[in-house]
């Protein structure tokens, strides 16, 4: 995450460039943000419902078509669904009781991140220009998510400190990704951006040795799939057209 962001500070303040997208395939260097839509499928469905994330990614794109980068999405939610794995401190009213002995105010939110080494080809043929087209992407990385527990104005010992590890399902895993969509790019460096669809498929493991609802540890590998509408903002780069002098 930090190499992107590092790439992204430095490479726009050094070599945008002036030239003309509409006359050539180029070797263009893009960074994107993007904000995705998630509908999971799978395991992970016991434990959320719908969810966003937002990401990074710098993705090179060849003369030829082909596009190798790198890209890394945070993702969040607030669709909790497993209310039973809280069974042992929520109370017969369904609240969670403070050390005040009133109840307390006690978030459950979904948070985790993806992050991928991804290959690709835009199919320019099916663009506006020879730096457009059908963007097909496939990519492999890492998948994490877990349960948030947010208790900001109540003091709740039960589920503060390494409590919190018995509680929080921290799953993390191998994680391909596909992507298909159309890639725009123009001569105005603010009208670039890409839309499609993203399919991201986690194999992930629960990372503590203990669960209290489960009394012991959640052996074997879950299939968490995560899939929806993706857009991102892109910021070509390529290099500054050289000039011709004549000298009578």
């Known amino acids: 995450m930090r190499t992107i962001i590092l790439i992204l500070l430095i490479f726009p303040a050094t070599i945008y460039g ?5 006359d050539s395939s180029l070797n263009t260097l893009v960074s994107a943000v993007n904000y995705k839509f998630n509908l999971p499928s799978g395991d ?9 994330e937002i990401g990074i990614s710098v993705d090179n794109k060849f003369k030829n078509g082909l596009t190798l980068g790198v890209n890394a999405g945070f993702i969040f939610g607030n669709q909790f669904k497993d209310t039973t794995i809280f069974d042992d401190v929520i109370n ?7 050390m005040s002995g009133a109840p307390a105010g006690v978030l459950f939110l979904m948070r985790g991140m ?12 099916l663009g506006h220009n ?43 895993g191998f994680e391909v990704r596909e ?14 951006f890409y839309a499609g669809v993203e399919f991201i498929q986690g194999f992930t493991e629960n990372q503590r040795n203990y669960n209290f609802d489960l009394n012991g540890p959640d052996p074997g590998i879950k299939q968490d799939y ?15 057209k050289a000039r011709d002098f004549y000298i009578d």
């Open 92 to 98: 017969d009213y369904g609240t969670v009781t403070a």
């Open 130 to 172: 020879p730096n457009s087209g059908l963007w097909v992407q496939l990519g492999c990385g890492v998948m994490m998510h877990k349960i948030r527990i947010e208790s900001i104005y109540d003091d709740v010992p039960q589920l503060e400190g390494d409590y919190r590890y018995g509680y929080d399902h921290l799953h993390l």
């Open 226 to 240: 995560l899939w929806g509408a993706k857009v991102g903002w892109l910021i070509p780069i390529y290099k500054r």
């Open 44 to 52: 992970i469905t016991k434990l959320w419902g719908f969810n966003h």
């Open 179 to 192: 992507f298909i969509g159309y890639l725009f790019q123009a001569d105005k460096r603010f009208l670039n």
């Open 114 to 125: 993806t992050s991928n080494f991804n290959a690709g080809y835009v199919f320019n043929k």
């Open 18 to 22: 002036q030239r003309n997208l509409r």
